[in-house]
């Protein structure tokens, strides 16, 4: 869009103001201070966006009763935009065309293009206070503009990066807060450490205790070489002290031996053996004598005892009775024990017979076999009988119940049939399942044919809806008509009256109808076309439903036989009692019972079969039952019972038979044995008569046998013990008597010994002898004692070879001085041993501690994790290092990309501010991700906004007020720039360059209108060629309201 | 005259009781067997010793590190010594840089069957057997000197003296048992005007290792058959003069520079003067890489396939009962960037280890490398190239860390000179390129 003329017919000081506007960019618009140039810049505004809606403190409105218009070419064409106050809106807008075309809707915002308000007051339309300050490029839209509306997805990389460096970072260390991994790692490191140098001490510890073990061990050998002294010490007096005492006694023996007188031959034990004989002798004769006493004193005790002559001859015999008495005894005691045995058994047996009948004895059951084969003879044919009787019952029975189920059944058909009045069932089967069937088709036809009904009377609303709008409402022609006869009425009265207005009216009125009516009757064709054609569609379907519905109906009178008539009949019911479905429903109920019916009517049919056969069954049995009987009653007959027994009858029988057999023979054994012990008793009594007729010559009675018997065993026991007596008496007297002789010749051989031994002794008596005895003895002895005494003296000094011990020794040997000698030493071992075991209880504790030093393994494990923590040290530090390097890269990475990949805005902008600053500042850059500018000087230095002074501020403020208006020409919106007098602060040089630039901006198609008071930029610019614009000063102003008001 | 055939074992830098370096996490299970590693190492070699029948042990230097004041260590050195006494094996033991004369001096006692030179320019010792000798035995000394600390390979140059021996002193077989001292250590008065046997040559802790230039004129006066060396953890042998010289490298590997299979030397002199050398494994834990190649078209069972393949590639020894491995990936590809995720590589690696079946020995997974992002991303964004313009001006200087430190919020702080320790073990290079990856990851997601 570009302004060409300004009318202000009322804004603000302006009244009636015309600016024509030249073609070239450039507009230069000089004005004195409060000629109103600032007016004019909001006039702009305003007609554009509207006037402002503040209101004076009377509470006028500021733009009360403002007007005016601007002229504008845009895309081609020249429109007016006139605005009037309006108290209600921010002014009435008429927008004309200046051509003959029409105005395009929407013409407005085609122009501004989505530019909103705000962005035109900061970018398009600026005073000096907008170009002054910071905050109006630092809002909104402005800002993302300059900054870019995003950082682009390399920007946002960036970005991230440098906040996962950050992380990354904090997560290694963070120095601050003494945190992080490496932190972590350190200080186990420094842990690991610190005990380790602990561990160093375990080495020392260890290296003393070596050294102390060194020194035990040489103490031990210092007090096992002063122990091995003392013990030689020790061993030397003891030997003295074993050594000294057989010496000197070894000396005094051999002195005495000297001394005594030498009895050679001497008898050995000489003096023991005298005595010995002496005693022998005497003891010997003592003992004859009392020998020869015994035997005389017995001799003579035998000689009073007598004894019988009978008892002699029959004391065997005697004692044989004797010794079978006791036997007897009870032979006779089980005799009357088996007489008690014997009774009851016959009483039984007796018993046993009355029961069988007068037709059994005794005889007759020592003939009856009761062997296990006739048992077993007579169980099979009893079986065999049995199980025909078995048979045959079981038939029996199975008749029986069949003929009562049948009967049943019979009479539940019978009556099914009656219930549901059917001769045959199959016959009424296959009728019920046909009318079924039947009544189901029809309520299916049924339902068809309320469908076809329903779809019917929908079909005929829908084509009474059609027909009905097809005709048009009757108001129509009336207003039509009503038109026409006025219009017509009109024409008539203009042709009449000749009145040309009248004519033309009536004329338009005529032609009004005429038109309205074609319209009318082309709408009616367009929409009754349509109508017609659904119309005939629906007819159509009507006319086939139609169809339809007939078919239906042929086909349920066809179905409404009288067999279905009289269905409900068959109910007993009269034809309407029962709907369509409680028909159908009694119908299937009775198929079903038939159906059960015939089902029990074919189980009948069997069952009746069956019964058949088992009576043919039942003759065969009666057969087998009538043999089975007369094998029975000939084996009956056979073993003599009665042949019309029954079964258990006959075993009972059998069984008393076989009891009266085993009591039988169990009498007859009883009876022999009884007979049996009865003669033993009587042979014995007989044997004792025969010798009591013997003995006495008397015939004895047996029944005092018994008697003689007991009087015989006590006088045959005092003969018995005489005659021992006796016998025992002799013995001792011949042996009393050989003894004595023996003795005697004992005596004599001992005297002869002791004078022998007296001679061997030199001795002519006993006296002598043992004084000789006496002598030789002591020599023996002392020979003896000697002997011992010198192999004890050997021995002791044979016990320690290694010592050497003299004459002199010996004979300077002191025993008390000896004794305290060895006590000393002994003393001094002792305290040697325990200092000794002392220390290698020290040695072994020390070895102990040692050892466990040794097997310690805790230096080891910390090396280990102090080697693994290094390794998780270094790299962490590695990922340290790598991660500052990173953000050192990054770094770089990012200056490099915030000074090249800038917003297309601030590299326009750093074009623009080289121009306007000379070459003074030349790239403008914002840093990732901040909305803060950064302008870079001609030596590279970075400086940010506030450093730059008020000029200079203001030309970058301008520079991309220029490349936003170059923008957002990119996106399609080109508005004309108002800048009001922002060339104050700049120095000549730079005015002059702000000049170029805006000269050439303007140039590349941007209209810009700057505002100036400075005449001398009006008159540089006229020279150049530019044409400003001279605006009205306030005298002017003054002239020309008092003008309007004249 | 022919020469009485023996044999010996050279064993150098057990380190007993030292912690390997740089194992990262690890299970609980792995703990002590990675604990116990040194020790088991040294146990293995006393084995060896005993079931090859030797006739005696060298141990080259390095024991165990004096730092770590290990009373571990000293313990199951003096048990080993002992038990090889029992079997009547003398063994000889020279200091190295970590386990200085002093260090020995204020450790445990040793047996008998053990001579310890050290700190001094120690007299020759011949061995006999059967009143014959068949082998001598001498004390040579080495000093070494810092490079200059830009080198940043921890490599020290090493000066062999060339022991005083005649030719015609020269016994039927002569070793040169080689103690390295410190550059800070004063040198043996008869050792001030002594000849350079050998020098510049560089030994390192860092798996590099130079071949030490013996200087032939004065190598050929010397009638050294053996020169038993022990600094450098990289196994090697070379000749020398008219013998040969042989670094055993390490009983068990201590950091992950010290790849593949690591024990000592058997040595075998035939009766004609040849030598004859033969390895013996004995590092239980073992350290290994892989190397995988992801481009844009494989899939996942490729990258299993290749890692099954780079560990079946690695030849296994009898000894080794764990493998500490770095997966070493490079590569471009979506699917090269996934498996920066680490947890998206571990779970591929147990995949393809799940796949693998039974596991002997056990392999972990201790790091996983990535080779420069930024290597693969020639055509990036803009973002991309920038960034990586930007850190190329940061990574290059050689004092990267002060600057970096510097230019951080701890450098007025107390943390700075903690960082700075921290930092020194720190390569650059993986730091520059952890932060290619860090960048490029934010600015490839932007989220």
Same mark, same amino acid.
């Given at each position: 869009?570009?302004?060409?003329?300004?009318?202000?017919?009322?804004?603000?000081?302006?009244?009636?103001?015309?600016?024509?506007?030249?073609?070239?960019?450039?507009?230069?618009?000089?004005?004195?201070?409060?000629?109103?140039?600032?007016?004019?810049?909001?006039?702009?505004?305003?007609?554009?966006?509207?006037?402002?809606?503040?209101?004076?403190?009377?509470?006028?409105?500021?733009?009360?009763?403002?007007?005016?218009?601007?002229?504008?070419?845009?895309?081609?064409?020249?429109?007016?935009?006139?605005?009037?106050?309006?108290?209600?809106?921010?002014?009435?807008?008429?927008?004309? &065309?200046?051509?003959?075309?029409?105005?395009?809707?929407?013409?407005?915002?085609?122009?501004?293009?989505?530019?909103?308000?705000?962005?035109?007051?900061?970018?398009?339309?600026?005073?000096?206070?907008?170009?002054?300050?910071? &905050?109006?490029?630092?809002?909104?839209?402005?800002?993302?503009?300059?900054?870019?509306?995003?950082?682009?997805?390399?920007?946002?990389?960036?970005?991230?990066?440098?906040?996962?460096?950050?992380?990354?970072?904090?997560?290694?260390?963070?120095?601050?807060?003494?945190?992080?991994?490496?932190?972590?790692?350190?200080?186990?490191?420094?842990?690991?450490?610190?005990?380790?140098?602990?561990?160093?001490?375990?080495?020392?510890?260890?290296?003393?205790?070596?050294?102390?073990?060194?020194?035990?061990?040489?103490?031990?050998?210092?007090?096992?070489?002063?122990?091995?002294?003392?013990?030689?010490?020790?061993?030397?007096?003891?030997?003295?002290?074993?050594?000294?005492?057989?010496?000197?006694?070894?000396?005094?023996?051999?002195?005495?031996?000297?001394?005594?007188?030498?009895?050679?031959?001497?008898?050995?034990?000489?003096?023991?053996?005298?005595?010995?004989?002496?005693?022998?002798?005497?003891?010997?004769?003592?003992?004859?004598?009392?020998?020869?006493?015994?035997?005389?004193?017995?001799?003579?005790?035998?000689?009073?005892?007598?004894?019988?002559?009978?008892?002699?001859?029959?004391?065997?015999?005697?004692?044989?009775?004797?010794?079978?008495?006791?036997?007897?005894?009870?032979?006779?005691?089980?005799?009357?024990?088996?007489?008690?045995?014997?009774?009851?058994?016959?009483?039984?047996?007796?018993?046993?017979?009355?029961?069988?009948?007068?037709?059994?004895?005794?005889?007759?059951?020592?003939?009856?076999?009761?062997?296990?084969?006739?048992?077993?003879?007579? @169980?099979?044919?009893?079986?065999?009988?049995?199980?025909?009787?078995?048979?045959? &019952?079981?038939?029996?029975?199975?008749?029986?119940?069949?003929?009562?189920?049948?009967?049943?059944?019979?009479?539940?058909?019978?009556?099914?049939?009656?219930?549901?009045?059917?001769?045959?069932?199959?016959?009424?089967?296959?009728?019920?399942?046909?009318?079924?069937?039947?009544?189901?088709?029809?309520?299916?036809?049924?339902?068809?044919?309320?469908?076809?009904?329903?779809?019917?009377?929908?079909?005929?609303?829908?084509?009474?809806?059609?027909?009905?709008?097809?005709?048009?409402?009757?108001?129509?022609?009336?207003?039509?008509?009503?038109?026409?006869?006025?219009?017509?009425?009109?024409?008539?009265?203009?042709?009449?009256?000749?009145?040309?207005?009248?004519?033309?009216?009536?004329? @338009?009125?005529?032609?009004?109808?005429?038109?309205?009516?074609?319209?009318?009757?082309?709408?009616?064709?367009?929409?009754?076309?349509?109508?017609?054609?659904?119309?005939?569609?629906?007819?159509?379907?009507?006319?086939?439903?139609?169809?339809?519905?007939?078919?239906?109906?042929?086909?349920?009178?066809?179905?409404?036989?009288?067999?279905?008539?009289?269905?409900?009949?068959?109910?007993?019911?009269?034809?309407?009692?029962?709907?369509?479905?409680?028909?159908?429903?009694?119908?299937?109920?009775?198929?079903?019972?038939?159906?059960?019916?015939?089902?029990?009517?074919?189980?009948?049919?069997?069952?009746?079969?069956?019964?058949?056969?088992?009576?043919?069954?039942?003759?065969?049995?009666?057969?087998?039952?009538?043999?089975?009987?007369?094998?029975?009653?000939?084996?009956?007959?056979?073993?003599?019972?009665?042949?019309?027994?029954?079964?258990?009858?006959?075993?009972?029988?059998?069984?008393?038979?076989?009891?009266?057999?085993?009591?039988?023979?169990?009498?007859?054994?009883?009876?022999?044995?009884?007979?049996?012990?009865?003669?033993?008793?009587?042979?014995?009594?007989?044997?004792?008569?025969?010798?009591?007729?013997?003995?006495?010559?008397?015939?004895?009675?047996?029944?005092?046998?018994?008697?003689?018997?007991?009087?015989?065993?006590?006088?045959?026991?005092?003969?018995?013990?005489?005659?021992?007596?006796?016998?025992?008496?002799?013995?001792?007297?011949?042996?009393?008597?050989?003894?004595?002789?023996?003795?005697?010749?004992?005596?004599?051989?001992?005297?002869?010994?002791?004078?022998?031994?007296?001679?061997?002794?030199?001795?002519?008596?006993?006296?002598?002898?043992?004084?000789?005895?006496?002598?030789?003895?002591?020599?023996?002895?002392?020979?003896?004692?000697?002997?011992?005494?010198?192999?004890?003296?050997?021995?002791?000094?044979?016990?320690?070879?290694?010592?050497?011990?003299?004459?002199?020794?010996?004979?300077?040997?002191?025993?008390?001085?000896?004794?305290?000698?060895?006590?000393?030493?002994?003393?001094?071992?002792?305290?040697?041993?325990?200092?000794?075991?002392?220390?290698?209880?020290?040695?072994?504790?020390?070895?102990?501690?040692?050892?466990?030093?040794?097997?310690?393994?805790?230096?080891?494990?910390?090396?280990?994790?102090?080697?693994?923590?290094?390794?998780?040290?270094?790299?962490?530090?590695?990922?340290?290092?790598?991660?500052?390097?990173?953000?050192?890269?990054?770094?770089?990475?990012?200056?490099?990309?915030?000074?090249?990949?800038?917003?297309?805005?601030?590299?326009?902008?750093?074009?623009?501010?080289?121009?306007?600053?000379?070459?003074?500042?030349?790239?403008?850059?914002?840093?990732?991700?901040?909305?803060?500018?950064?302008?870079?000087?001609?030596?590279?230095?970075?400086?940010?906004?506030?450093?730059?002074?008020?000029?200079?501020?203001?030309?970058?403020?301008?520079?991309?007020?220029?490349?936003?208006?170059?923008?957002?020409?990119?996106?399609?919106?080109?508005?004309?720039?108002?800048?009001?007098? @922002?060339?104050?602060?700049?120095?000549?040089?730079?005015?002059?360059?702000?000049?170029?630039?805006?000269?050439?901006?303007?140039?590349?198609?941007?209209?810009?209108?700057?505002?100036?008071?400075?005449?001398?930029?009006?008159?540089?610019?006229?020279?150049?060629?530019?044409?400003?614009?001279?605006?009205?000063?306030?005298?002017?102003?003054?002239?020309?309201?008092?003008?309007?008001?004249? | 005259?022919?020469?009485?055939?023996?044999?010996?074992?050279?064993?150098?830098?057990?380190?007993?009781?030292?912690?390997?370096?740089?194992?990262?996490?690890?299970?609980?299970?792995?703990?002590?067997?990675?604990?116990?590693?040194?020790?088991?190492?040294?146990?293995?070699?006393?084995?060896?010793?005993?079931?090859?029948?030797?006739?005696?042990?060298?141990?080259?230097?390095?024991?165990?590190?004096?730092?770590?004041?290990?009373?571990?260590?000293?313990?199951?050195?003096?048990?080993?010594?002992?038990?090889?006494?029992?079997?009547?094996?003398?063994?000889?033991?020279?200091?190295?840089?970590?386990?200085?004369?002093?260090?020995?001096?204020?450790?445990?006692?040793?047996?008998?069957?053990?001579?310890?030179?050290?700190?001094?320019?120690?007299?020759?010792?011949?061995?006999?057997?059967?009143?014959?000798?068949?082998?001598?035995?001498?004390?040579?000394?080495?000093?070494?000197?810092?490079?200059?600390?830009?080198?940043?390979?921890?490599?020290?140059?090493?000066?062999?003296?060339?022991?005083?021996?005649?030719?015609?002193?020269?016994?039927?077989?002569?070793?040169?048992?080689?103690?390295?001292?410190?550059?800070?250590?004063?040198?043996?008065?008869?050792?001030?005007?002594?000849?350079?046997?050998?020098?510049?040559?560089?030994?390192?802790?860092?798996?590099?290792?130079?071949?030490?230039?013996?200087?032939?004129?004065?190598?050929?006066?010397?009638?050294?058959?053996?020169?038993?060396?022990?600094?450098?953890?990289?196994?090697?042998?070379?000749?020398?003069?008219?013998?040969?010289?042989?670094?055993?490298?390490?009983?068990?590997?201590?950091?992950?520079?010290?790849?593949?299979?690591?024990?000592?030397?058997?040595?075998?002199?035939?009766?004609?003067?040849?030598?004859?050398?033969?390895?013996?494994?004995?590092?239980?834990?073992?350290?290994?890489?892989?190397?995988?190649?992801?481009?844009?078209?494989?899939?996942?069972?490729?990258?299993?396939?290749?890692?099954?393949?780079?560990?079946?590639?690695?030849?296994?020894?009898?000894?080794?009962?764990?493998?500490?491995?770095?997966?070493?990936?490079?590569?471009?590809?979506?699917?090269?960037?996934?498996?920066?995720?680490?947890?998206?590589?571990?779970?591929?690696?147990?995949?393809?280890?799940?796949?693998?079946?039974?596991?002997?020995?056990?392999?972990?997974?201790?790091?996983?490398?990535?080779?420069?992002?930024?290597?693969?991303?020639?055509?990036?964004?803009?973002?991309?190239?920038?960034?990586?313009?930007?850190?190329?001006?940061?990574?290059?200087?050689?004092?990267?860390?002060?600057?970096?430190?510097?230019?951080?919020?701890?450098?007025?702080?107390?943390?700075?000179?903690?960082?700075?320790?921290?930092?020194?073990?720190?390569?650059?290079?993986?730091?520059?390129?952890?932060?290619?990856?860090?960048?490029?990851?934010?600015?490839?997601?932007?989220?």
């Amino acid at each position: 869009m570009r302004m060409t003329d300004l009318h202000v017919e009322r804004f603000g000081a302006w009244q009636d103001l015309h600016l024509g506007l030249p073609d070239a960019g450039l507009n230069i618009l000089y004005g004195p201070n409060e000629a109103g140039k600032s007016t004019l810049m909001r006039f702009v505004r305003a007609m554009l966006y509207g006037f402002p809606v503040a209101r004076l403190n009377d509470g006028t409105a500021v733009a009360q009763g403002a007007f005016g218009s601007m002229d504008v070419d845009h895309n081609g064409r020249r429109f007016r935009l006139q605005r009037t106050f309006n108290p209600y809106t921010r002014g009435d807008l008429f927008i004309t &065309s200046l051509d003959s075309h029409p105005v395009p809707a929407n013409l407005l915002e085609s122009i501004l293009n989505g530019v909103e308000e705000q962005i035109f007051e900061k970018v398009f339309a600026v005073g000096l206070r907008e170009i002054q300050e910071l &905050s109006t490029l630092q809002d909104g839209e402005v800002a993302d503009r300059i900054y870019g509306l995003t950082l682009g997805p390399d920007g946002q990389k960036l970005i991230n990066s440098s906040e996962r460096l950050r992380t990354a970072r904090t997560e290694l260390l963070e120095p601050t807060t003494q945190t992080g991994r490496l932190v972590g790692l350190i200080e186990r490191y420094d842990t690991v450490n610190a005990e380790l140098r602990n561990q160093d001490k375990r080495l020392r510890q260890h290296r003393e205790l070596c050294r102390e073990r060194s020194r035990l061990d040489a103490e031990i050998a210092d007090h096992k070489e002063r122990q091995a002294g003392l013990q030689f010490d020790l061993r030397g007096s003891l030997l003295m002290q074993r050594i000294h005492g057989p010496w000197s006694r070894v000396q005094e023996r051999e002195r005495e031996l000297r001394e005594l007188r030498v009895v050679q031959d001497f008898p050995e034990r000489g003096v023991e053996r005298l005595q010995k004989h002496d005693q022998e002798l005497a003891d010997a004769t003592q003992t004859r004598t009392q020998l020869l006493t015994t035997a005389r004193a017995a001799k003579a005790q035998a000689a009073k005892l007598r004894l019988p002559v009978a008892y002699r001859a029959h004391g065997p015999s005697i004692q044989g009775l004797l010794d079978q008495r006791a036997w007897i005894r009870q032979v006779q005691e089980k005799v009357a024990a088996q007489q008690l045995d014997i009774e009851p058994v016959k009483r039984e047996l007796e018993n046993r017979l009355q029961v069988l009948g007068p037709a059994w004895s005794p005889k007759r059951l020592d003939s009856f076999d009761t062997t296990p084969a006739a048992h077993f003879r007579m @169980v099979s044919v009893a079986r065999a009988f049995r199980a025909a009787l078995l048979r045959r &019952s079981k038939t029996q029975r199975l008749i029986k119940r069949l003929e009562a189920n049948c009967g049943e059944r019979t009479d539940a058909i019978l009556k099914g049939m009656l219930d549901h009045n059917v001769d045959a069932l199959d016959e009424g089967l296959l009728t019920t399942r046909r009318q079924l069937s039947n009544l189901e088709q029809l309520g299916k036809l049924k339902v068809q044919h309320a469908e076809l009904q329903q779809r019917q009377i929908s079909f005929d609303e829908e084509r009474e809806r059609l027909e009905a709008r097809l005709i048009l409402p009757p108001w129509v022609y009336f207003v039509l008509v009503l038109f026409g006869i006025s219009g017509v009425g009109m024409l008539l009265h203009g042709l009449n009256t000749g009145l040309q207005l009248t004519q033309v009216v009536g004329g @338009v009125y005529a032609l009004l109808v005429i038109t309205c009516g074609g319209i009318c009757w082309a709408i009616k064709n367009y929409f009754e076309h349509e109508t017609q054609q659904r119309l005939a569609h629906v007819n159509a379907l009507t006319d086939t439903n139609v169809r339809k519905i007939r078919d239906t109906h042929q086909q349920t009178r066809q179905l409404i036989t009288p067999d279905l008539l009289a269905v409900n009949s068959s109910f007993g019911q009269t034809p309407e009692s029962f709907s369509e479905a409680e028909l159908i429903k009694r119908l299937a109920q009775r198929s079903a019972d038939l159906e059960h019916l015939s089902g029990d009517e074919k189980v009948l049919n069997s069952r009746r079969k069956r019964l058949n056969d088992l009576r043919v069954q039942q003759q065969h049995r009666e057969r087998e039952v009538g043999t089975a009987r007369q094998s029975w009653q000939e084996l009956m007959t056979h073993l003599g019972f009665s042949p019309t027994a029954g079964i258990d009858e006959a075993f009972e029988t059998w069984k008393v038979v076989v009891e009266a057999c085993e009591l039988k023979r169990r009498l007859d054994a009883l009876l022999r044995d009884h007979q049996q012990q009865k003669w033993i008793v009587h042979s014995y009594e007989q044997r004792i008569c025969e010798i009591g007729r013997r003995l006495h010559d008397v015939t004895i009675e047996q029944a005092k046998a018994w008697e003689y018997l007991k009087a015989w065993e006590q006088q045959l026991t005092a003969y018995a013990a005489n005659r021992q007596e006796r016998v025992r008496l002799k013995r001792e007297s011949r042996v009393r008597l050989r003894e004595a002789s023996e003795y005697a010749s004992l005596c004599q051989d001992i005297k002869t010994q002791r004078a022998a031994l007296l001679v061997q002794g030199g001795a002519g008596n006993h006296d002598e002898f043992l004084e000789r005895a006496e002598q030789a003895d002591r020599r023996i002895a002392l020979l003896e004692e000697l002997t011992e005494l010198r192999m004890e003296l050997e021995r002791a000094a044979g016990s320690d070879r290694d010592m050497v011990i003299t004459e002199e020794d010996l004979r300077a040997y002191q025993q008390a001085r000896n004794t305290q000698c060895i006590e000393t030493l002994r003393q001094e071992l002792t305290d040697l041993d325990r200092e000794l075991l002392q220390t290698y209880e020290q040695l072994g504790s020390l070895k102990h501690e040692i050892k466990h030093l040794e097997s310690n393994r805790e230096s080891s494990r910390l090396r280990f994790d102090r080697e693994q923590i290094a390794a998780e040290l270094q790299e962490a530090g590695c990922d340290w290092l790598a991660t500052e390097l990173a953000g050192h890269g990054l770094q770089g990475l990012r200056g490099h990309f915030e000074r090249t990949c800038q917003p297309i805005t601030l590299a326009d902008a750093s074009r623009h501010l080289q121009r306007l600053t000379l070459g003074k500042y030349r790239n403008v850059w914002t840093p990732l991700g901040e909305r803060q500018l950064r302008i870079d000087d001609d030596q590279n230095r970075t400086l940010t906004v506030e450093q730059l002074s008020r000029g200079t501020r203001e030309q970058l403020f301008l520079a991309i007020r220029l490349a936003l208006v170059e923008e957002l020409a990119r996106q399609g919106t080109r508005l004309p720039m108002v800048l009001d007098d @922002v060339l104050v602060n700049f120095d000549q040089e730079r005015s002059e360059a702000a000049t170029e630039v805006l000269r050439d901006f303007a140039q590349k198609g941007y209209q810009v209108l700057l505002f100036t008071c400075h005449r001398h930029l009006a008159e540089r610019a006229e020279q150049q060629g530019l044409h400003p614009i001279w605006l009205p000063g306030k005298e002017t102003l003054a002239a020309s309201v008092e003008r309007l008001a004249g | 005259m022919p020469l009485e055939p023996f044999r010996f074992l050279h064993a150098a830098n057990l380190f007993l009781d030292h912690q390997l370096q740089g194992v990262g996490r690890v299970p609980d299970h792995l703990r002590d067997c990675i604990e116990q590693a040194t020790l088991t190492a040294w146990e293995r070699v006393v084995d060896a010793a005993i079931a090859r029948q030797v006739d005696f042990l060298l141990l080259a230097g390095n024991c165990f590190d004096a730092a770590d004041h290990t009373l571990t260590g000293q313990v199951a050195l003096v048990q080993g010594l002992e038990k090889l006494n029992e079997h009547d094996i003398p063994v000889f033991i020279v200091p190295g840089v970590s386990d200085p004369d002093t260090a020995w001096r204020l450790a445990m006692s040793l047996p008998d069957n053990v001579t310890r030179f050290g700190g001094e320019l120690s007299e020759s010792i011949g061995l006999s057997r059967d009143d014959r000798t068949f082998c001598t035995i001498h004390h040579v000394m080495a000093n070494t000197q810092d490079l200059n600390a830009s080198d940043g390979n921890g490599l020290d140059e090493l000066a062999v003296f060339a022991p005083h021996l005649a030719p015609d002193e020269a016994g039927p077989f002569d070793i040169a048992l080689l103690e390295t001292i410190a550059n800070n250590a004063a040198l043996p008065p008869e050792l001030q005007e002594a000849e350079l046997a050998l020098s510049e040559s560089r030994y390192g802790r860092n798996g590099k290792l130079n071949r030490p230039a013996f200087d032939p004129e004065i190598v050929s006066r010397c009638p050294i058959e053996y020169w038993a060396l022990g600094d450098g953890f990289r196994r090697q042998a070379w000749r020398v003069g008219r013998g040969m010289a042989h670094t055993p490298g390490c009983t068990q590997g201590l950091s992950a520079a010290d790849t593949g299979p690591l024990g000592c030397t058997l040595v075998e002199v035939e009766s004609d003067g040849r030598v004859r050398e033969s390895f013996i494994p004995t590092a239980r834990v073992r350290w290994e890489n892989i190397a995988v190649t992801v481009t844009g078209q494989v899939t996942r069972d490729a990258i299993m396939q290749q890692i099954r393949s780079g560990l079946d590639a690695i030849p296994r020894t009898s000894q080794d009962e764990l493998w500490l491995v770095t997966w070493n990936i490079s590569g471009s590809g979506r699917f090269y960037e996934d498996l920066q995720d680490q947890a998206c590589a571990e779970r591929l690696w147990n995949d393809a280890l799940q796949s693998v079946g039974s596991q002997n020995p056990q392999i972990h997974l201790r790091k996983v490398r990535f080779a420069n992002p930024m290597d693969g991303q020639a055509g990036a964004d803009f973002l991309s190239q920038e960034y990586a313009r930007q850190l190329g001006e940061w990574a290059a200087p050689a004092d990267m860390k002060d600057r970096i430190i510097a230019a951080s919020s701890l450098a007025e702080g107390p943390w700075a000179s903690r960082m700075k320790t921290v930092l020194a073990e720190v390569d650059s290079q993986d730091a520059v390129q952890a932060a290619q990856r860090l960048g490029w990851a934010w600015l490839k997601t932007g989220m």
